[in-house]
């Protein structure tokens, strides 16, 4: 089989940027490329939003005393926050936007499975985002994000209507997604790409697929009964009407749990691929690696209780709960040890999509070994409700699963745009968000444990103790001041990115020496991905890949034989 | 008969920041270890930590070590090694963790069993939570809000529940925390041994005042805690309902219940400020409701409020407060009326108390 050579496509035919032009072209696309970015500029709209939010949330907590919000418009502040963050950001940023860009291509597929389906996938997304925050700015909601019943049932609070069925709404463009990965993967795999083959990006989209497909209706169903309830007045968990309110907890946390996996696994799969790329070194323990993704998702399903050990819900239950969620660190651990052992003896660049690779390291082990302390029944019923899970989870979701998308934001940046961005504003991009992530969060370990609760306007007050108001002044002006310079580290992200949309190097098809088949093609892809059907090789075996100095990039050595041509 | 003196009365209520024992004998993570289950599980943390500890510094170690050691030259630098997996050493590195794993669980379960078994004979205190505020109800018939007396050296069981939302009863000093769910009791115990206040907060959210529903733990050495008890389950039998600054002081200790959302230095919380009824009571107005209507404020607007509160929602406010319906007898209504009145009296307009 002849294949054609990368460099030979760039410049010669349009990609997919230039394919058809005009507004209708991008809003009417079948396009997983375009429909990608389309996610992407959403998503990283709303991500400013949520940021927005928690800044509100951080400066009123500068001080105490009420500085700026009232307690009403603070819990206001902290619901959008957690919501927007959630719904919007987290759970769909890396499948949906990077997911619907790379997949495909990474697969050696011309688009995914049921085009329309995602097409239609998005606009579901969008209705549902309006829906949420156009309730929640007009009269806001004020329940946090995790609607607990009875006090999201009680009857002032209307805008839980809408916002429950934005949630709903949302739960079927990720349900839809989900489908569509697993059929594609299934389905448009082309000769050479088998299971083990394939990039453990994928394996992770994969695992992904399933919580999404399985979990989320769920959730549908929880939100479907709270409206119920609301309006019809069934008892269901408010016990006023005869319902059980812990029960609502259940519903939720049975979804909300896997979520939390459907935020990780593919970060996961992210920096799986970053590290081998960028240390030129083939990813150790593929397989192990592989079936912890899997692992996980299954586990994921069974640990929802250890969000409830101080609910009142039985001893054997903690119990049980208790000791399924210790197995879910097992299958994290495997991956952070392969992870290590990728480093050795690699040649590793530190450029920015490695710099931001490396943060995860050091975030996600803090995030993984703080959950030992909140997975233990003992020292959990302390911890429950205070800044220590609130910090747990910020490095977890915001330092691992936030960054990682950072992370493949910029290393898929040239293929997805076609450019270049300034490598030293990246470096030092990432250090300021690096610093600032653990100034802000780091403090929050320390609050929780010494005691302060989450989703408190203040602390001081009446009947509040003088001493712990002193000592959580002092840890929330660091995590304020932290948090200011994480949102600068971020502006000037979003400043080099976009200058490089205009003032960027063209980008050569392979900067980073990858070996998976999206860097076989031109950066921006062509329309249809491939000219030719791609050569499936090992795809962590960089040997048969040389630097091209005035290409800036790599290519094929002409002495290898590729894959398949012989 | 004269009135016990303000400082003791007020020692039932916090008008202000309290000072407490959180912080005494702290370590950089944990506040005072205050009640007999702190020791056992500051250590189960201290274990977790230490492991926690030693792991990261291994990941990051080796880590930075490998990015130092390794890191790339040149552009064309290939990797000096070309090792796809080793499988004995990924077996090793399950297995330790997946042991390490079971053994935090079993020591972790075993701690909670503990936190768990309620000693025989605890002292009984019922406990209701509603926003925003903490009840408590002692066997003898004392009542006090968001401020609770304890006996030290012996076992304290309080059975709570919610006449609203859920709420979280957490104790950081004492290491306890249970939820307080309307429709159900729940229970939680503790013994501590050293007097003294400690801080109580809410750790589930329940709204607007969900930061200031706090309480005191007043820890007091045996016999001074019955002679009090006995005391606080008189007190408001023993005031002279003729003397009305003895009324209004009753009505001040009572407005523990009342203020987080009332404030007596004219800010604007869940419910109007005790200063705007002042007025109205003082001045004899009305109070525009969110229906539209007009209501008198007088003796009887306050006995409904108290009773029925959803009968007058004020114009602006939610429908927000609890019905104190069987918890605040004729008389303490009557006091609270007198406390109303007087609030003059016992506050200038930035809530400062006045001297006597």
């Known amino acids: ?566 | 008969m004269s009135l016990t003196p303000l400082p003791t009365l007020l020692a039932q209520s916090a008008e202000g920041p309290v000072a407490t024992r959180d912080l005494e004998n702290d370590s950089l993570w944990m506040p005072n270890p205050a009640s007999t289950v702190a020791g056992d599980i500051d250590w189960m943390f201290n274990a977790i930590y230490w492991l926690s500890l030693f792991f990261f510094v291994l990941i990051v170690g080796v880590m930075g070590w490998f990015v130092v050691k390794y890191r790339r030259r040149s552009p064309d630098e290939k990797a000096a090694s070309a090792i796809t997996h080793n499988t004995p050493l990924e077996i090793t590195w399950t297995v330790i963790p997946l042991l390490l794993s079971i053994a935090i669980f079993y020591v972790g379960l075993e701690g909670y069993v503990r936190l768990r078994e309620v000693p025989a004979n605890a002292y009984q205190v019922n406990v209701e939570g509603y926003k925003w505020a903490w009840n408590f109800e002692h066997r003898n018939g004392a009542t006090s809000t968001g401020w609770v007396r304890v006996p030290a050296g012996r076992p304290v069981q309080f059975t709570m529940t919610s006449t609203d939302v859920i709420h979280s009863f957490y104790i950081p000093a004492f290491r306890v925390k249970k939820d307080v769910v309307p429709g159900r009791y729940t229970t939680l115990w503790f013994q501590a041994d050293e007097p003294g206040l400690y801080q109580a907060f809410c750790a589930e959210y329940c709204g607007s005042a969900h930061s200031q529903m706090t309480a005191v733990i007043e820890v007091l050495p045996p016999e001074e805690f019955d002679r009090q008890i006995a005391d606080d389950a008189a007190w408001l039998d023993k005031v002279d309902e003729d003397d009305a600054s003895a009324m209004a002081l009753a009505g001040q200790r009572l407005y523990a219940r009342c203020q987080s959302c009332h404030s007596v230095d004219g800010s604007r919380l869940a419910g109007p400020s005790y200063w705007e009824t002042h007025d109205l009571l003082v001045e004899g107005g009305e109070r525009e409701m969110a229906d539209g209507s007009r209501v008198t404020v007088d003796i009887n607007y306050i006995r409904s409020s108290i009773l029925d509160p959803g009968e007058h929602i004020v114009a602006t406010y939610a429908n927000a407060m609890p019905s104190f319906q069987g918890q605040l007898d004729e008389k303490a209504i009557r006091a609270i009326h007198i406390f109303l009145e007087e609030l003059d009296t016992l506050y200038d307009r930035d809530g400062n108390r006045l001297a006597e």
Request: aromatic share 16%; with cysteine; glycine share 10%.
């Open chain 1, 1 to 566: 089989m002849t294949t054609l050579h990368p460099t030979s496509l760039a410049g010669s035919t349009t990609n997919y940027l230039t394919h058809s032009r005009g507004v209708l072209s991008w809003v009417f696309t079948l396009d997983h490329k375009r429909i990608g970015i389309m996610y992407l500029i959403s998503i990283l709209g709303s991500f400013l939003l949520g940021g927005i939010f928690a800044l509100l949330v951080r400066t009123e907590l500068l001080l105490p005393g009420e500085q700026f919000l009232t307690q009403d418009q603070y819990n206001k502040a902290f619901t959008l926050h957690g919501a927007i963050m959630v719904f919007l950001v987290i759970v769909p940023s890396i499948p949906a936007a990077l997911g619907n860009f790379v997949l495909p291509i990474m697969l050696g597929a011309k688009d995914v499975a049921f085009p329309r389906l995602n097409l239609g996938s998005y606009y579901l997304w969008v209705i549902g985002a309006v829906m949420a925050v156009m309730a929640m700015l007009n009269g806001g909601v004020d329940t946090g994000w995790t609607f607990y019943a009875p006090y999201s049932t009680e009857e002032m609070r209307e805008g839980v209507i809408w916002v429950a069925l934005a949630v709903f709404i949302l739960g079927f463009s990720s349900v839809f997604t989900g489908m569509n990965f697993i059929v594609t993967i299934h389905r448009l795999r082309p000769p050479g790409m088998t299971w083990f083959r394939m990039p453990l990006f994928l394996w992770s989209l994969y695992a992904t697929a399933i919580i999404q497909v399985l979990a989320t209706p769920v959730l549908g169903i929880t939100v479907l009964l709270l409206i119920v309830e609301r309006v019809m007045r069934i008892g269901i968990f408010d016990p006023a009407l005869g319902g059980d309110p812990v029960l609502f907890q259940h519903f939720f946390w049975f979804y909300s749990h896997p979520a939390v996996y459907i935020m990780i696994l593919p970060s996961m799969g992210i920096i799986s691929e970053l590290i081998s790329i960028h240390s030129r070194k083939h990813i150790f323990g593929y397989k192990f690696i592989a079936f912890s993704s899997v692992a996980i998702a299954i586990f994921s399903f069974l640990v929802w209780g250890h969000h409830m050990f101080t609910s009142g819900q039985s001893a054997l239950m903690n119990a049980v709960f208790s000791a399924i969620t210790f197995s879910v660190a097992i299958p994290s651990a495997v991956k952070v040890f392969n992870w290590l052992a990728t480093l050795y003896k690699g040649s590793i660049a530190l450029n920015t999509p490695m710099l931001y690779s490396l943060s995860y390291l050091f975030i996600f082990a803090i995030g993984g070994l703080t959950g030992l302390f909140l997975g233990t029944l003992s020292t959990d019923v302390h911890l429950h409700d205070t800044y220590f899970v609130v910090a747990h989870f910020h490095y977890v979701m915001m330092g691992s699963a936030l960054l990682a998308f950072i992370a493949g934001i910029h290393h898929w940046w040239p293929k997805m745009t076609g450019r270049m961005y300034n490598e030293t504003l990246g470096r030092i991009g990432c250090l300021i968000v690096f610093v600032g992530f653990n100034l802000t969060f780091f403090p929050q370990f320390i609050l929780g444990s010494k005691g302060m609760p989450r989703r408190y306007h203040d602390y001081t007050g009446p009947g509040w103790s003088e001493e712990l108001t002193s000592l959580f002044h002092i840890l929330h002006a660091l995590s304020t001041i932290g948090s200011y310079l994480m949102a600068a580290g971020f502006f000037l992200t979003a400043y080099y990115l976009i200058h490089s949309l205009f003032k960027g190097e063209r980008a050569p098809a392979n900067p980073w020496g990858g070996r998976s088949l999206e860097w076989q093609c031109s950066s921006p892809p062509p329309h249809d991905n491939f000219a030719k059907a791609p050569t499936v090789g090992d795809c962590y075996d960089f040997t048969p890949l040389e630097y091209v100095p005035e290409e800036k990039g790599y290519r094929w050595r002409e002495d290898v034989p590729r894959p398949g041509s012989g």
